[in-house]
């Protein structure tokens, strides 16, 4: 898969991190090389997306908070932070679904309230982590599957324009291949890109997404 295809997937989870650190009230910035926000992101979300192989990590790390805690989303696995104190936290690759003719399933059902969202968030296990500012993001969607008792048993994140970036998907059934293939149903027509790694990459591949290339996240203990 060519290159740019890894490059439109970073940029699209850096865009999705800018936007779930914004409705924390943390603003960004993001230029050729990296998204970054100067203070602490909010937990699981680094401080840092690199956006093209190559970039510096001196001038990389002067954009973020450094010390305990802080992360960097390596989107080329090419970089060495041990020497600032970093340790890899892990490694996956990007995955990316060509454009689907059509629906083959059940959609998801999108998530348009706060109250909605709350009972989703509590569901995914993210809590507070989801605010309300999200909905009001036209990039961002946040998709559920229900029971017949209309309980929240799944669901993902759906974020970007174009080229679209799946994350947060979960399940509460024990079936998450449900969740990967009602994305698809969800979003015929459109290119889909994430990433993935374990047995969560091995769900979406069986959901027909194509492995890329490796990512790396770096976190300082």
Request: aromatic content about 6%.
């Amino acid at each position: 898969m060519p290159r740019d295809v890894r490059e439109a997937a970073a940029r699209d989870n850096a865009e999705w991190c800018a936007a779930l650190c914004a409705s924390h009230g943390l603003a960004g910035r993001i230029d050729a090389d990296a998204w970054s926000v100067p203070r602490r992101s909010p937990q699981w979300y680094p401080d840092a997306v690199t956006l093209r192989p190559g970039a510096d990590p001196d001038a990389l790390l002067a954009r973020i908070e450094g010390g305990p805690g802080a992360s960097v989303k390596d989107s080329f696995a090419d970089l060495d932070l041990s020497g600032h104190g970093f340790e890899v936290l892990f490694d996956a690759r990007w995955i990316h679904h060509p454009p689907t003719d059509g629906p083959t399933g059940t959609p998801l059902t999108r998530v348009d309230t706060a109250r909605r969202l709350a009972v989703w968030a509590a569901a995914h296990g993210g809590g507070a982590l989801f605010r309300p500012g999200l909905l009001a993001n036209p990039r961002v969607r946040v998709l559920a599957r229900h029971d017949e008792r209309g309980a929240v048993t799944g669901g993902a994140v759906v974020s970007g324009d174009g080229v679209h970036g799946v994350s947060n998907v979960f399940s509460r059934t024990g079936n998450p291949l449900d969740i990967w293939r009602g994305v698809l149903d969800t979003l015929p027509g459109v290119p889909l890109v994430g990433y993935e790694s374990g047995p969560d990459l091995a769900v979406a591949v069986e959901a027909g997404f194509a492995p890329l290339g490796p990512l790396r996240v770096w976190h300082h203990p």
